[in-house]
């Protein structure tokens, strides 16, 4: 009798250390994505600041012209095709370490 109330107590300590220490993984995990959200909604507001830079300068440069609606769409196409090759990158990169870690 004495030995199952040690086995259950024992259990029960387990249990409150592994809440213990995931409760500390729960927060590292939380701080992670908030600043992970907190710079990507920061490198939004880079993003649209730069585009409307670019705007201005492409309505500088071609003032109400028809080579002006050429330019943004020329813009638009050019932005669209950065991001897909960065994008492809890092999710070739992201995979690679994946891969290197099943390995492990």
């Known amino acids: 009798m004495v030995d199952f109330k040690n086995k259950i107590l024992d259990s029960v300590k387990g249990g409150f250390h592994r809440v213990k220490h995931g409760g500390r993984s729960i927060k590292n995990d939380v701080r992670e994505k908030t600043v992970g959200y907190v710079l990507a909604g920061l490198g939004v507001v880079a993003g649209l600041a730069w585009n409307e ?3 201005g300068l492409i309505e500088y440069l071609f003032p109400l012209s028809r080579s ?17 090759l960065v994008t492809s990158y890092l999710m070739r990169m992201i995979q690679k370490d994946q891969d290197n870690e099943l390995k492990k």
């Open 68 to 84: 002006g609606v050429f330019a943004k769409f020329l813009y638009a196409f050019l932005m669209t095709l950065m991001l897909v």
């Open 53 to 55: 830079a670019i705007n």
